[in-house]
């Protein structure tokens, strides 16, 4: 049975070439362009990993959606891989090791996303069933 990614982003044409990547690798993809929208698909639907922009909406949209994942028992252990422009444009580059308690997430990727960086980020982060 494949898995099912979860990609929230507002950037449409990121999405799409994320899809095409992911479903030709043999994921299943679903897909908001917002937070609250997505958070309304992950409670419906519990996917097996999340892909998670940081800027849409506000500027943290995608941190905040993180914090109510990680402080929810239902989502707390869903991983999420966080893909952002933001170390491009500050010069700040995430670091989960560092960083989780700050950034509860599994995984930065920078934008533009690399396909296969984003294929092995997805593998290293899918839970082992």
């Known amino acids: ?3 099912t990614i979860m990609i929230i982003d507002d950037d449409i044409d990121l999405v799409e070439a994320m899809r095409i990547t992911l479903e030709s ?3 299943d993809v679903i897909d908001a362009q917002e937070g609250i929208k997505g958070l309304e698909i ?3 639907k519990y996917p097996d990993l999340l892909i998670l922009d940081v800027m ?3 500027q943290d949209e995608g941190f905040q959606l993180a914090y109510t994942l990680r402080s929810n028992p239902d989502t707390k252990d869903l991983p999420i891989i966080m893909v952002t422009a933001v170390g491009t444009q500050t010069g700040y580059h995430f670091d989960p090791s560092k960083d989780e308690n700050f ?3 599994d995984e930065f990727i920078e934008k533009p996303v690399n396909p296969q960086k ?3 980020a997805i593998n290293r982060n899918l839970p082992v069933v």
């Open 118 to 120: 984003l294929v092995d």
């Open 42 to 44: 992950i409670r419906e």
């Open 1 to 3: 049975m494949s898995k």
């Open 56 to 58: 849409m909406g506000t």
């Open 25 to 27: 690798t043999g994921f």
């Open 103 to 105: 950034l509860p997430v």
